[in-house]
């Protein structure tokens, strides 16, 4: 078990967009976050106190969170420091990056000195099956996106706090580590072996109540070449009854691709509904969450309105006015 509350480190991070583990849990969780701790030439700020360690400690807080997702998800060099000084404050350390705490050897032979606690989120726990395709009871939707990092994450926790609010069965399903660190369960999809991506994603959405929906985390993008692997998985392992197309209408390129543009919504709802059918023929979409975050209201308000007009399907940032059409939209079904 991680022990809240948390001390958010954002390192160096480039971007905001890079700190997106810490945006998420100050989002969703914020009464589990204490402050904010940048080293020099962070350009991410997640609108928190910044704190050193011993400020961290005197407000509470119990676990270092390393709030950044890299490329590659490394631990970097120049936060060495910091993760060291923080466990002889007594801090234990929290980690979703690909690049485990437990096989830094400074880190895990300081952790083992005084008695603090390594997590590695993103590290399976569990034997999962290989997929076998066959019908489950429930019901399941899936966001599925124009590139990564886009608001699919945001989009399922949306989804399930509107359908909790009106009395509906809904199970939010993490498969990533900020979904994990947020909810406290859930598979670290993209760090399971890739045979058994698919069986992981059925054995975290099992049979169910017939008028019950898992609402499943997305990841990656069928568009983006480094990462769509494990959005394959989710269509395929999920069995979607519904899916959400995700979009981000400022992104001038894929993430971490600048010579790949993002395809549009019709493209993604074509492929992404054919790909969904194999293993479910009644799959439809339902919906378009959009990041609105660089918009204004006005624009916002506009680029809305012109999409539920040109795609016939309700279009809402979930986020910012609430996923209200969404829900209508699956409550339908």
Known sequence: MIETPYLLFLGDAPDPLAAKVAQGIKDWRPDNCVGQLRLEGCNADMGLTDMTLEEGRAAGAKTLVIGVANRGGKISAKWKEVLLAALDQGYDIASGLHNLLRHEKDLAAKAQETGRALHDVRIPEVEYPIADGKKRTGKRVLAVGTDCSIGKMYTALALDAEMKQRGMKSSFRATGQTGILITGEGVPLDAVIADFMAGAVEWLTPDNDPDHWDVIEGQGSLYHVSYSGVTM???????????????????????????????????????????????????????????????????????????EERLGLPAVDPYRHGAGKLVDALAAL
Request: with cysteine; net charge negative; charged share 20%.
């Open 233 to 307: 998985a989710l269509i395929h392992g999920g069995q979607p009854d519904a899916l959400i197309l995700c979009h981000e209408p400022t992104r001038t390129h894929m993430r971490g691709l600048p010579d790949y543009s993002l395809p549009s919504l019709e493209e993604l709802r074509d492929l992404a509904l054919a790909l969904a059918r194999i293993p479910n023929p009644g799959c439809q979409v339902v919906g378009i969450s959009v990041n609105t975050k660089a918009l204004s209201d006005d624009e916002a308000n506009s680029y809305l309105a012109e999409l």
